[in-house]
DNA sequence: CAGTTTATGTCAGCCTTGTTGACACTCCAA
DNA sequence: TTGGAGTGTCAACAAGGCTGACATAAACTG
């Protein structure tokens, strides 16, 4: 394997959580966990004509009112041209509006409309109920823990992001 | 909001974990935390020709060698179209072997060549470097409390792959 | 004011990876 | 022998990534 940790007890008790085997466990732990915490949406989103892109764009827009399309495309990670499909069929739907920028007009500021809030309600919903779930099932502690690992396995740009959004939802 | 969970302190302070606003962080850590986890391999598999899927693939045979194609077909869930598809490139390039089964000849069964298990090797030292740093970082409990919740996140179909992986990689 | 940079939108084209539907072949089991 | 399971393959299509090129308006800079 990769270094060496095949045997558990080499290093102690202390480090059996980071032999091999334990984290191809962690790895398949969240390639299925991803699966079922994305199922939901997906499947009310595939009644109506959209997909997970424009989950996440109605996600981010509801989460900070007014976004540029800018900083979404940096939370989002995508290319503005590929945004920009999800955003202008959103907007043509009446579920978001964009407008001018006051102090700069070169920017759009982007909100739900009622319609898009309902559908936003919706989705996330779905989602927070396997959380919520999930959650109580597990108990607190590990609720810690869960935050704090994934916490660990971002990208500093996202880890950044997300203590944004954090602290914006306070 | 869904269920009214507005005010943290409504039931008390052990459920003050499962508030929608906890929730909705639990969603985008585990989004950004996605992102992050599959980054690195990405980067890898961009300069040869695959994508997500022929990693996934080559690590559910190189974990499970000499499974069959439907037995992967259910653990990646998806169609067999595209898994055929992922698989034709990788037999034609000599990463994986498909050979006809002994007791049932109908089935095929899948393996890695020495060139397919590099590649596995390859790409999971990459995958778990990442998930090892965080997981030091994290420390045993967080990872316990992280593997109970994304235990608790999965479908049971899904859990209940997870878990023959688990037992066969013991 | 002229020129550059920034923010955004849009067109065209390509890739991966998912989907459905249809069909063929082999082989097992009743 | 017939039905069904496991597998492979063809065709067509869609979502949603990507790059490259170009347009526009606004802001900034010298």
């Given at each position: 394997?990769?270094?060496?940790?095949?045997?558990?007890?080499?290093?102690?008790?202390?480090?059996?959580?980071?032999?091999?085997?334990?984290?191809?466990?962690?790895?398949?732990?969240?390639?299925?966990?991803?699966?079922?915490?994305?199922?939901?949406?997906?499947?009310?989103?595939?009644?109506?004509?959209?997909?997970?892109?424009?989950?996440?764009?109605?996600?981010?827009?509801?989460?900070?009112?007014?976004?540029?399309?800018?900083?979404?495309l940096?939370?989002?990670?995508?290319?503005?041209?590929?945004?920009?499909?999800?955003?202008?069929?959103?907007?043509?739907?009446?579920?978001?509006?964009?407008?001018?920028?006051?102090?700069?007009?070169?920017?759009?500021?982007?909100?739900?409309?009622?319609?898009?809030?309902?559908?936003?309600?919706?989705?996330?919903?779905?989602?927070?109920?396997?959380?919520?779930?999930?959650?109580?099932?597990?108990?607190?502690?590990?609720?810690?823990?869960?935050?704090t690992?994934?916490?660990?396995?971002?990208?500093p740009?996202?880890?950044?992001?997300?203590?944004?959004?954090?602290?914006?939802?306070?």
């Open positions: 394997m990769a270094d060496g940790r095949h045997s558990p007890a080499v290093r102690g008790d202390t480090l059996l959580f980071l032999t091999d085997e334990q984290l191809r466990q962690g790895s398949e732990a969240m390639f299925f966990a991803y699966r079922g915490f994305t199922a939901d949406p997906d499947r009310i989103l595939s009644d109506l004509a959209y997909g997970r892109a424009h989950h996440r764009a109605i996600h981010f827009i509801g989460r900070a009112p007014g976004t540029t399309v800018n900083n979404l940096n939370i989002l990670g995508v290319t503005k041209q590929s945004l920009n499909r999800v955003l202008r069929t959103l907007i043509a739907d009446g579920l978001v509006l964009s407008e001018v920028g006051r102090a700069d007009k070169r920017e759009r500021h982007l909100h739900l409309t009622e319609e898009g809030r309902a559908l936003e309600r919706k989705l996330s919903d779905a989602q927070r109920a396997r959380l919520r779930a999930a959650f109580r099932e597990a108990g607190p502690e590990a609720v810690a823990g869960f935050r690992v994934l916490e660990a396995m971002m990208d740009e996202m880890r950044a992001s997300y203590a944004r959004l954090k602290e914006s939802g306070t």
